[in-house]
């Protein structure tokens, strides 16, 4: 089974929620489902809220790069880039819930004094959800909750008390806002540029100079911000993205390797197989087999 996230241009996340008049997803799943072991870097306004059954990953947010360690979880604030993965192929079974911060905005006034509070807080882009901290264990025990009720009767109804309630928690604890990470917000636009320049154009030829361009920066500083916070050169990620699409089409196609390889930007199918096979360490025909036998 494969697992692809769909990105818009911009490089948010389309979310595909289980109800069109509710924005809410949740799901259970393992990181070897995504390529790689490897979600790509992504953002959107969504809250997101993680919690490992099994296993283990790292978590990059922004760039800082958080452990996640069986009964440990989550919270990521909206408009944050982040992706889970694993160097080292290490298994790993979570659960994750995104919801629309909208859900809580039952009234103008909770709105303005406790929605708002929370997700311009820039002093919390995400929260290491450890089970040995009491406020920190209610929040994973509370998305818990969440996973094992979502199917019940009036599920709609229990989840949104229980949101709510994780949302006062989150309130209660949140360190006060001092205004130190503008800089880093500006670069997170810049960076996010960048990145949907690649994902506009990663079937053409791109350079290094055109994706610096994108983001209105020198050449310099646009390989420090994707080391910065993805910890990749920009030909790395441009290259890790053409091979994601690569497994797209393999799955989901009948085309031959050479046409793919075209499709996604290489400019021969043999080196498309070359950096398919070091990236995935399978070739591209091994790797549509194993998807059509799992």
């Known amino acids: 089974m494969g697992i692809f996230i769909d990105l818009k241009d911009d490089c948010s996340e389309k979310i595909p929620y289980d109800r069109a008049d509710y924005p809410f997803y949740i799901r259970h799943s393992f990181l070897s489902f995504y390529p790689n072991h490897a979600a790509p870097p992504h953002w959107h306004d969504d809250i ?135 800089l880093q917000n500006n670069e997170l636009s810049i960076l996010k540029n960048m990145i949907s320049f690649i994902q506009q154009h990663y079937n053409e ?16 500083k646009c390989c420090r911000l994707f080391g910065e916070y993805i910890h990749q050169t920009p030909n790395t990620y441009l290259t890790a993205y053409r091979l994601n699409k690569g497994t797209e089409l393999l799955v989901n196609t009948d085309m031959n390797i050479t046409e793919i390889a075209y499709a996604v930007g290489f400019n021969g199918a043999s080196y498309f197989a070359e950096s398919f096979r070091k990236y995935f360490h399978l070739s591209p025909s091994e790797y549509r087999n194993s998807m059509c036998v799992s």
Not at 205 to 220: E, F, H, K, M
């Open 205 to 220: 030829p791109v350079t290094l100079q055109q994706i610096a361009l994108a983001g209105s920066v020198g050449q310099s």
């Open 48 to 182: 997101e809220l993680i919690i490992v059954y099994q296993g283990e990953m790292s978590y990059n947010i922004n760039g800082k790069i958080v452990p996640l360690h069986t009964g440990e979880g989550l919270f990521v604030n909206a408009r944050q880039m982040h992706f889970g993965f694993s160097d080292t192929h290490t298994e790993c079974e979570f659960m994750y819930i995104l919801f629309h911060p909208l859900l809580l905005c039952i009234t103008p006034d909770m709105e303005q004094k406790y929605v708002l509070p929370v997700i311009q807080n820039e002093e919390i882009p995400f929260i290491h959800l450890k089970p040995q901290i009491t406020w920190q264990n209610e929040i994973i025990s509370k998305t818990n909750l969440i996973y094992s009720i979502h199917k019940a009767s009036a599920a709609t109804l229990k989840i949104q008390s229980i949101l709510s309630w994780i949302w006062a928690i989150v309130y209660e604890n949140m360190p006060k806002t001092s205004h130190v990470t503008h």
